[in-house]
């Protein structure tokens, strides 16, 4: 997208005293490495408020996020409602946290999708012969040759809306970061001695790929699935807002953006609230991200020194 | 230098052709028959059988998908992409149509991301991890976080319908462009904001910017002139890579501003099942989305000697 390439960084933020950091990187377990890293902290808090919000929210509201009210439509905040009620309404609030179910899980499972399909597709081309490579790598090509949000909605559209064939586009057009990272690191260790002195041993290659191969993937993919949940959630909003995911009456963030656009100058907030939740929730996996890339993946360098270099 | 452009030229033919495979093959996607849904949603009710037959044979849709693909390919490398299901206007046309719209916007989209982030970038750099650091690297997260469908009707909000300052909607002249213009090139300007930073720090710790400096010659001189100038070389061939995302964006934009072009054109043929002008939008995205990186890869490659031409140094 838009943003997909491995590990780019958004923010940056702590990027800085990262070298000072990374020359005497430790490796201990990852807990206090975690732990130290301020924009893990910092991003980790905003994603777990978004998911209690998510998971408690609905519990707590007194509203239905679906049932019409006419008689209290387009009511400015106030205590009854804190964020206002919408054209039909309904509690702006009740239906934010509702909503917030929907982005995280579909973010959760798309970039699971595109995190699985990637990782085989690049396993395999790392392990195959050179024609399997080559075919595949074609593949990656083709796939990154098109900007990712307009097949999308052209595969989500095709298909139909709704949400599970939003999920289903999003995950087809954003593997290929995946299979690239896989199989560059995957190649980098295959000649290694410990990987060649196993297959000698006869290791079976399920046990091969397990126990010496993946185990390398594993930082690099974890940070580019984080910086890829808010990258998921952001192109989930824009699909469903131009009305080919959620459909109506789900609350779903971009939807409802959507909805609210024709009460603009009169509720602005039916807009504003949605727009916050899924700013904050992008920023949190940003921070969340690269705050992992800072503690997993320090050598990184990102693709304007790798290009330069 | 000559073998590398071949191969590459051999590889850009190979990722084109797999291009057009999949632009023409998702319509295989649909679940039920185009030409049955095409035809009840144009009528209002469920046309006859003969009636779907006489669509399909118009259309060729009876022929295998091979068959299919390969006639749509060799017309469309003459230029001719299909006529729409519904108003019969030729593809091309449309496109052609559209598409000057959907540049102008996003290379002011492009012009304002610089615009933002080149200073922004600079003052990073130079005044790197005090406050004016932070700030601009956290307006870059905003920026980027921020959903650009909503910033657009933010700014309608704000702009158009608080302030009267533009119009909300529409096309035409500099004032319908500022707003869409805007709101796209933020979260460009994020990214590139960084890039700027990245570079110039490291130009800045380069031997020739400790030379004028030693020199003597003054701070401004030193930042503006011998380090910007080499720090913007990569940003600028960066800034062209991120193309497809400015076309990403581009077709929400267009959707929230009610502005004609590829975005427009593509969402009003999605919903309305009008795959020629579907394939002919994604086809056309895709190629010049290829093409300017080619371009911009070949660029950076004449621009900077450091790069690896493939062959050369062996």
């Known amino acids: ?309 | 230098m000559i073998r590398a452009l071949v191969e590459r030229l051999g590889s850009l033919t190979a990722v084109l052709f797999g291009v057009s495979l999949v632009s023409y093959g998702f319509v295989s996607l649909t679940p039920g028959d185009p030409a049955y849904t095409i035809l009840r949603a144009q009528r209002q009710s469920p046309p006859s059988d003969a009636e779907v037959a006489a669509f399909r044979a118009e259309h060729g849709l009876d022929e295998p998908f091979v068959v299919q693909y390969v006639s749509w390919l060799s017309e469309a490398l003459r230029g001719d992409l299909g006529t729409s299901y519904y108003t019969s206007e030729p593809v091309t046309t449309l496109l052609l149509e559209s598409l000057p719209n959907t540049l102008e916007l996003a290379v002011a989209a492009m012009a304002v991301s610089l615009l933002l982030a080149v200073p922004t970038g600079v003052a990073s750099a130079v005044h790197r991890d005090t406050w004016i650091d932070r700030t601009s690297q956290l307006v870059a997260l905003l920026g980027v976080s921020m959903p650009n469908f909503w910033l657009g009707y933010l700014l309608i909000l704000v702009c158009s319908l608080w302030l009267g300052l533009t119009p909300a909607a529409g096309s035409g002249t500099l004032g319908h462009l500022i707003l869409p213009a805007i709101t796209l090139g933020t979260g460009l300007a994020a990214v590139v904001t960084r890039l700027v930073r990245t570079s110039m720090l490291e130009v800045l710790e380069a031997e020739y910017v400790r030379t004028a400096r030693s020199k003597g010659v003054r701070e401004r001189l030193v930042v503006y002139k011998h380090a910007l100038r080499n720090a913007l070389v990569p940003v600028v061939t960066i800034v062209g890579l991120q193309f497809g995302f400015v076309l990403n964006g581009a077709v929400i934009v267009e959707v929230v501003f009610q502005r004609p072009g590829l975005g427009t054109l593509l969402v009003d043929a999605v919903f309305a099942r009008d795959y020629p002008i579907v394939q002919g939008v994604v086809l056309v995205t895709a190629f010049v989305f290829v093409v300017t990186n080619q371009l911009v890869d070949l660029a950076y490659v004449a621009l900077d000697p450091r790069v690896d031409r493939g062959g050369d140094r062996a």
């Open chain 1, 1 to 309: 997208m838009s943003g997909d390439e491995p590990g780019r960084s958004y923010t940056g933020l702590g990027r800085t005293n990262l070298l000072e950091t990374s020359r005497r990187r430790v490796r201990t377990a990852l807990p206090p490495r975690v732990r130290a890293n301020g924009l893990i902290r910092l991003g980790g808090g905003i994603c777990g408020v978004l998911v209690f919000a998510a998971i408690v929210g609905p519990v707590v509201s007194p509203y239905d996020p679906t049932t019409q009210a006419l008689e209290a439509r387009l009511q400015s905040p106030s205590l009854a409602h804190p964020l206002g009620t919408d054209a039909l309404g309904r509690d702006v609030a009740t239906r934010l946290v509702y909503g917030a179910r929907i982005s995280l899980a579909l973010a959760v499972v798309a970039t699971g999708l595109r995190l699985v399909i990637g990782t085989t597709i690049g396993l395999v081309a790392a392990t195959g012969g050179r024609l399997v490579d080559a075919v595949l790598m074609r593949l990656v090509d083709v796939q990154l040759a098109f900007p990712g949000l307009v097949l999308a909605l052209v595969i989500a559209g095709v298909l139909g809306p709704s949400l599970r064939n939003v999920v289903l586009a999003l995950s087809l057009v954003g593997w290929a970061s995946y299979a690239r990272i896989v199989r560059g690191s995957v190649l980098s260790v295959k000649r290694r001695p410990y990987v060649q002195s196993a297959k000698l041993y006869g290791t079976p290659w399920r046990r091969l790929v397990r126990r010496h191969l993946l185990p390398t993937v594993v930082s690099p993919v974890a940070v580019l699935a984080t910086l890829n949940l808010g990258t998921v959630v952001l192109a989930a909003a824009g699909l469903s807002f131009l009305g080919l995911g959620a459909q109506p009456p789900t609350a779903e963030w971009g939807a409802m953006i959507d909805d609210g656009r024709n009460y603009l100058r009169s509720a602005p907030w039916l807009i504003t609230a949605p727009g916050i939740a899924i700013a904050l929730t992008v920023i949190g996996f940003n921070l969340l991200g690269d705050g992992l890339r800072d503690v997993l993946d320090p050598d990184h360098l990102e693709d304007t020194q790798r290009r330069r270099t």
